[in-house]
């Protein structure tokens, strides 16, 4: 194994540390719900940096196949494990590649719905009124969708066999998790949160202006969002 690409265990513990506290920082977890949302975050973080940095399970498994599918390519540098770009042919610097940006763009939108939707849960949740302003005037779970983004946005940027067998699987766990939050809130808020999501699509925002609901005094219903409750 090329020992200056791989086997760098203090860049995994760095990069997992610093990727998880950063999206910690927004997210803000306080129940169990929560905690469970964040955790798969996390254990696909640490399963990214570990290939990415620490052993390259997926080009040792898959490196016959590569070396005779894409000859030339020196599979052990740390190039090559940005496996779109090389499988591509791109030439240059994998790191200014095609999917190496659109990446960039799938994380950091990520992480700005993350900063954009926990101010607006909290205000509310302090106020105790729902949650409709900002992101989750468009959609109700927009905190689940900002960790989906950045998950896809590290798939494409360095795809791994682990990785993309726990994509799918975190998907059903962020869809259930949804779905038990919609009962609670239906149990707690009744028809003010069934107007809400009458109103509102759960992960796919639709275009157009949304008409949210309001309280006699023009004020958002005075109830808390479903979301951060257990």
Same mark, same amino acid.
């Given at each position: 194994?090329?020992? *200056?690409?791989?086997?760098? +265990?203090?860049?995994?513990?760095?990069?997992?540390?610093?990727?998880?506290? @950063? %999206?910690?920082?927004?997210?803000?977890?306080?129940?169990?719900?929560? +905690?469970?949302?964040?955790?798969?975050?996390?254990? @696909?973080?640490? %399963?990214?940096?570990? &290939?990415?940095?620490?052993?390259?399970?997926?080009?040792?498994?898959?490196?016959?196949?590569?070396?005779?599918?894409?000859?030339?390519? *020196?599979?052990?540098?740390?190039? %090559?494990?940005?496996?779109?770009? /090389?499988?591509?042919?791109?030439?240059?610097?994998?790191?200014?590649?095609?999917?190496?940006?659109?990446?960039?763009?799938?994380?950091?939108?990520?992480? +700005?719905?993350?900063?954009?939707?926990?101010?607006?849960?909290?205000?509310?949740?302090? &106020?105790?009124?729902?949650?409709?302003?900002?992101?989750?005037?468009?959609?109700?779970?927009?905190?689940?969708?900002?960790?989906?983004?950045? /998950?896809?946005?590290?798939?494409?940027? +360095?795809?791994?066999?682990?990785?993309?067998?726990?994509?799918?699987?975190?998907?059903?766990?962020?869809?259930?998790?949804?779905?038990?939050? &919609?009962?609670?809130?239906? %149990?707690?808020?009744?028809?003010?949160?069934?107007?809400? /999501?009458?109103?509102?699509?759960?992960?796919?925002?639709?275009?157009?202006?949304?008409?949210?609901?309001?309280?006699?005094?023009?004020?958002?219903?005075?109830?808390?969002?479903? &979301?951060?409750? *257990?």
């Amino acid at each position: 194994m090329n020992g *200056d690409a791989y086997g760098l +265990w203090s860049l995994v513990l760095l990069n997992s540390v610093l990727f998880i506290a @950063f %999206a910690f920082s927004f997210a803000r977890p306080q129940t169990t719900r929560d +905690w469970r949302s964040f955790g798969a975050y996390s254990a @696909f973080i640490v %399963a990214l940096f570990t &290939e990415m940095y620490g052993f390259p399970l997926t080009i040792y498994l898959l490196s016959g196949w590569l070396s005779s599918r894409f000859p030339g390519i *020196d599979w052990l540098s740390h190039d %090559a494990g940005h496996l779109l770009e /090389m499988s591509f042919g791109w030439e240059s610097n994998p790191h200014f590649g095609p999917f190496h940006i659109l990446s960039t763009a799938f994380i950091i939108g990520g992480f +700005w719905l993350l900063a954009k939707a926990w101010p607006v849960l909290y205000a509310a949740q302090r &106020e105790h009124r729902l949650a409709i302003t900002g992101p989750y005037a468009h959609v109700r779970h927009p905190q689940y969708i900002g960790f989906v983004l950045i /998950m896809f946005g590290f798939l494409l940027q +360095w795809p791994t066999l682990i990785t993309l067998a726990m994509f799918p699987a975190l998907l059903i766990v962020y869809a259930r998790l949804a779905r038990r939050e &919609e009962a609670d809130s239906l %149990a707690a808020f009744g028809d003010a949160y069934r107007d809400y /999501m009458r109103r509102t699509p759960a992960f796919v925002p639709r275009l157009g202006r949304q008409t949210l609901p309001t309280s006699p005094d023009g004020s958002p219903p005075r109830q808390s969002n479903g &979301e951060r409750n *257990d």
